[in-house]
Nanobody
């Protein structure tokens, strides 16, 4: 199993920055991709940014150029640097890890979520 512990959320004014961190514990050796998702009130959870074990990244169009995902494999930690924040970035942000159970079968793991609120 994998446990994910997030930190770094909070309240920030529009145009400001925040950095989220997510540390993985447990069976971390089999983790492949990690990423961040978010869910705003009344909306579905959406992908924000993903990073593979090799460092390849993928971003939602709405955050490209403003958010940067990075990963420290030695610390089993993934980060999300958020800049130029907008009120529409307000959401609960969830860390995600994909773990290889056996070849061809993966398991998904989620953190507890951290609130990010951007005031206008």
């Amino acid at each position: 199993q994998v446990q994910l512990v997030e930190s770094g959320g909070g309240l920030v004014q529009a145009g400001g920055s925040l950095r989220l961190s997510c540390a993985a514990f447990g069976s971390t050796g089999s983790i492949n991709a990690m990423g961040w998702y978010r869910q705003a009130p009344g909306k579905q959870r959406e992908m924000v940014a993903l990073i593979s074990s090799g460092g390849s990244t993928n971003y939602a169009d709405s955050v490209k150029g403003r958010f940067t995902i990075s990963r420290d494999n030695a610390k089993n930690t993934v980060y999300l640097q958020m800049s130029s924040l907008k009120p529409e970035d307000t959401a609960v942000y969830y860390c995600n890890a994909v773990r290889a159970v056996v070849p061809g079968i993966n398991s998904q793991h989620w953190g507890q979520g951290t609130q990010v609120t951007v005031s206008s």
